[in-house]
């Protein structure tokens, strides 16, 4: 079993900056590639970037340029560093990670940008 917990959400006005952190316990052992996801206020359900176990990571082309991935493997621990926030990236955060064939996801984080 893998625990991921979620930090870094919150308000933050248009053209500002955040930065989530995701910390996963547990049966780490083995961990995998690791993602974020946003849910938004339509339920839509989006893939917003990827670090393989390796370090490798990619982000979607909706937020290229402005979202950086990061992976610390001794901390067991996934960054996302979101810059020049617009309206639309709103929505609940998720960590979610691979780990022995399985999906392990995060309670989610809520990030909420004010135009």
């Known amino acids: 079993q893998v625990h991921l917990v979620e930090s870094g959400g919150g308000l933050v006005q248009a053209g500002g900056s955040l930065r989530l952190s995701c910390a996963a316990s547990?049966?780490?052992?083995?961990?995998?590639?690791m993602h974020w996801f946003r849910q938004g206020p339509e339920n839509q359900r989006e893939l917003v970037a990827t670090a393989t176990s390796g370090g490798g990571t990619k982000v979607a082309d909706g937020v290229k340029g402005r979202f950086t991935m990061s992976r610390d493997n001794a901390k067991n621990t996934v960054y996302l560093q979101m810059n020049s926030l617009k309206s639309e990236d709103t929505g609940s955060y998720f960590c979610v990670a691979s780990a022995s064939g399985r999906y392990y996801w995060g309670q989610g984080i809520q990030v909420t940008v004010s135009s």
């Open positions: 547990g049966s780490v052992f083995g961990l995998g590639a």
